[in-house]
């Protein structure tokens, strides 16, 4: 008896059966980790080739938080939005250096966008639903 409960407890097994592929937050992670390295041989003076390291050690370390840490993962998103708004910025303002209309219409289409990829990675984790499988 106690046998068939344990074997039937390591028979099923919980799978998700549809993955997400959300390539915009690996880039901000390397793109956070290159930064970190960036300062890191700057400000601390230390041989690029420990920068790297520190840049490797720095894409896990934002991977493993992002996806464990809830309020990590708002700040992350938010301060990301923010930085592709002012990358936008910056676009519209080398295409029309007269007015800053198209930079502020620039910002804001590259804000709306980045914070629509990481709500529609957030709603995706919420919605997902598990379905239990055992295999014979």
Do not use: C
């Amino acid at each position: 008896m106690i046998y068939k409960i344990i074997n039937k407890k390591l028979m099923t097994r919980k799978y998700i059966i549809r993955r997400r592929k959300n390539t915009i937050l690996y880039t901000e992670f390397l793109i956070a980790a290159a930064t970190t390295a960036i300062l890191v041989v700057i400000y601390f003076k230390l041989h690029p080739a420990i920068g790297i390291i520190i840049g490797i050690a720095a894409v896990f370390l934002f991977a493993v938080l992002f996806f464990a840490n809830r309020f990590f993962r708002y700040i992350f998103s938010i301060l990301f939005s923010l930085g592709w708004a002012v990358g936008g910025f910056w676009a519209g303002q080398s295409l029309d250096k007269k007015t800053d209309t198209t930079a502020r219409v620039f910002s804001s289409i590259a804000f709306a966008v980045s914070i629509w990829a990481h709500w529609n990675h957030f709603t995706f984790l919420k919605e997902a639903k598990m379905y239990e499988y055992e295999k014979r």
